[in-house]
């Protein structure tokens, strides 16, 4: 009989008496020739229990069981172990005869068992990797009257994070994704997603079978391309490929072919006419996989072939069904998570989902909690974690792949998210709040909950589509709101140092949490300030931000934080944006004279160390005039040597600084002006001369007024003029009008 885990113990523990005893009276008891997995689970036992109950508890074999003894566990598959036939990680917890018994599916079940006691019974917590709560008492307690049974819903389960991922840590959170062996190993998959080219790579097959590659505008290519999945004797290639793959890995229950990570599927005749008659492009995909996954059905019977319904092939094919060896991957990677993927942005993504679900036997589902495009912001998805595993459990999914690369608030995504995948019917308003309490603290929880639904509510206002990519907290979060949740995270750090303390865990977990809005302000500080001043809101963003920006980078590196979005390819790049972050601070520093007698939120200076450098032609140089020692050198290379899009809108009084190096007094030295890159046209140029800019002193060129919107920049340019041997930059000033 399967129930839910949580209910189930709260009535135990309320309405039945425990079994007590002291703990060293307890035993854990193996089978006599327990696997690596039943040893695991018995050693994950006693390490917990001995720091719960600071007492030892011996691990045995059954054969030396003393006759009628109890404060007995038995892990494993041992004579007290139900016979019958798990469910796939199934679980089985119960109290008998002064026993405990934690048993299930022979490949993982007593683990995951061991792992549900611990956590639903004891109340150990495994927030991160890292950080764990080990509950003290002083003996070991189990009601008498514990019988649960429980299969989960989905047979993969797998939350792709870094701080997730560690295989022990994914084991504990019953997860299968990336577990060692000794934990009951993964489920893996051969040629894992976009596989085309493994399969069929270009570079052997393609100067000899230009036909087996995509057809686009009556061209065979394979840049960026697919394959042409009408064309049999490709298909008897793949055929033979995957077949060969297969022998050389006789334990592999999966193998995967599915197209490229880009579009340009084929478009000939045959691959045209098919997929026009199917309604989708899924149409040519299923007819392959159809014949290739009959040969395997034949020599491996237990396989199944693996594909993705991504993108173009998203929507399901009108008339062929997936053979029942072919699993389909169906990703969301076009939703909206701000509301559920049942909600009106996510329509059509619901039609091909439970289209999917009519045709296809085995469903799993690649679903995204992160946005790409700004990795540290809030990302306001929390809602729609709970309704989507749901929705994804109620149309037949059996697997679930998570990715959730990113660090807003990870800790507390991973941990919801895996718990929901092992049991959807938890109450997710109970798990945040545990994790919350848990890991914030009781009297840091209620900032959070505020924080979130202040963040929630501004994004369901602003009625944005929030996708996985081009989500930018400008679009979203205004002034107003970044004020309101600033308030609340100050006040939620100051209640934890009164609590906690300076040091404490609570503490160092919050000010990472805060990292989102941080980032915010740093990153969108100047246009904030001229919001502040314009809209006569108050501006609660750091009143010295070069600190601010120190102490954020600092935070990125003890908080192990690795990239602000999906295009930081290495630590590298992430270093330099995190560079250029500071270095939009750094000339405040040196406040120009026309600068120093106004408000500081009238006046923002940029630095020539954020100017673009097209093709390469300018370079930074150390110079002694400058106001930071540095500046952008520009020689006679190309017309249009470097410039700068400052992230303000409205009107300013622009300045830029400047010198150049001469052989001649007078004459055209080149010229600077502001350039709408969006609309594509000129907003003002202004001629430099000579003899306003020769010699080592830096002095102010003025550009007058300037009406800045979304797109516009500053541009300098050499006047290709031989004499003038250079120009260089030092900085940019705009002052508010």
């Not at 502001?674 to 010699?695: A, M, Q, T, W």
Request: one cysteine or more; charged letters at 25%.
């Amino acid at each position: 009989m399967k129930h839910n885990i949580v209910h189930l113990l709260c009535t135990f523990l309320i309405f039945t008496v425990s079994i007590s005893s002291a703990a060293t009276n307890w035993r854990i008891v193996l089978p006599d020739s327990p696997t690596a997995v039943e040893n695991t689970a018995g050693k994950e036992l006693q390490l917990h229990l001995r720091q719960v109950t600071n007492d030892d508890f011996p691990i045995i074999s059954e054969k030396d069981v003393p006759r009628n003894a109890t404060s007995l566990i038995f892990v494993g598959k041992t004579s007290q172990s139900p016979q019958k036939d798990f469910a796939f990680d199934e679980i089985l917890i119960r109290s008998k005869d002064g026993n405990l018994i934690l048993a299930g599916h022979p490949r993982r079940g007593a683990l995951y068992a061991v792992y549900s006691f611990l956590q639903d019974v004891i109340g150990v917590r495994w927030w991160t990797p890292e950080e764990t709560f080990i509950p003290k008492k002083e003996s070991l307690k189990i009601p008498n009257a514990l019988n649960i049974s429980y299969a989960p819903k989905m047979i993969s389960r797998e939350m792709y994070h870094r701080w997730a991922q560690p295989g022990v840590f994914s084991a504990r959170m019953k997860g299968n994704g990336s577990i060692p062996a000794e934990y009951g190993g993964k489920v893996s998959i051969i040629h894992f997603v976009h596989s085309f080219y493994k399969i069929i790579p270009p570079e052997k097959y393609f100067d000899k079978h230009p036909e087996w590659f995509s057809e686009i505008k009556g061209k065979r290519t394979s840049d960026n391309a697919q394959l042409c999945l009408t064309n049999d004797e490709l298909c008897k290639e793949v055929t033979s490929n995957v077949l060969a793959t297969l022998r050389k890995n006789p334990d592999a229950r999966f193998i995967d072919i599915s197209q490229n990570d880009w579009r340009r599927n084929c478009t000939c005749e045959k691959c045209k006419a098919l997929d026009e008659k199917e309604g989708s492009p899924a149409g040519s995909l299923v007819h392959f996989l159809n014949k290739v996954a009959a040969e395997v059905e034949k020599e491996f019977p237990d396989v199944l072939v693996e594909s993705l319904a991504y993108q173009y092939t998203r929507k399901p094919p009108k008339c062929v069904k997936p053979r029942d060896n072919v699993l389909i991957r169906l990703c969301t990677i076009e939703c909206s998570y701000i509301q559920p993927l049942t909600g009106e942005q996510n329509k059509k993504f619901a039609e091909d989902m439970e289209g999917w679900s009519r045709i296809a036997k085995h469903l799993f589902i690649w679903d995204y909690v992160t946005n790409y495009t700004d990795y540290i912001g809030p990302h306001p998805n929390l809602r729609v974690l709970a309704p989507n595993v749901r929705y994804f459990v109620k149309n037949g999914a059996v697997g679930l792949f998570e990715e959730g690369e990113g660090d807003d608030f990870a800790d507390m995504r991973n941990w919801v998210l895996m718990r929901l995948m092992w049991d959807p019917s938890l109450d997710e308003n109970k798990l945040f709040h545990d994790f919350c309490e848990g890991y914030y603290g009781k009297e840091i929880a209620p900032f959070i909950h505020e924080y979130w639904d202040v963040l929630i509510n501004q994004a369901e206002k602003a009625k944005i589509y929030l996708g996985c990519f081009r989500m930018t907290s400008e679009q979203w979060i205004d002034l107003e709101t970044l004020n309101r949740v600033t308030d609340i995270m100050n006040n939620a750090v100051k209640k934890s140092c009164e609590v906690h303390g300076g040091r404490s865990a609570e503490l160092r977990r919050l000010r990472k949490a805060k990292m989102a809005i941080d980032h915010v302000w740093l990153s969108r500080y100047y246009p904030l300030r001229c919001e502040s001043r314009e809209k006569h809101l108050p501006f609660l963003g750091p009143k010295d931000p070069l600190k601010a920006v120190t102490e954020f980078i600092e935070l990125c590196r003890s908080n192990k934080t690795r990239s602000h979005s999906i295009y930081d390819k290495d630590a590298k790049q992430f270093e330099t944006y995190l560079s250029n972050l500071s270095k939009m601070f750094t000339s405040r520093k040196y406040p120009p004279e026309m600068c120093k007698d106004i408000p500081e939120d009238t006046w923002i200076v940029f630095d020539d160390a954020l100017f673009s450098n097209y093709k390469d032609a300018a370079t930074r140089v150390e110079d002694a005039n400058a106001s930071d020692g540095w500046t952008t050198r520009m020689p006679t290379k190309v017309d249009w040597n470097t410039g700068y899009k400052p992230a303000v809108t409205g009107k300013f009084h622009v300045y830029a600084s400047m010198r150049c190096d001469a052989t001649i007094d007078t004459g055209k030295a080149g010229s600077l002006g502001v350039y709408h890159f969006k609309n594509k046209r000129g907003l003002v140029s202004k001629p430099l001369k000579i003899e306003d800019l020769k010699g080592e002193k830096y002095r102010w060129i003025d550009l007058g007024v300037v009406d800045f919107s979304a797109g516009a920049g500053i541009w300098f340019a050499h006047g290709h003029v031989p004499e003038v041997q250079a120009l260089y930059v030092d900085r940019v000033v705009l002052i508010m009008e």
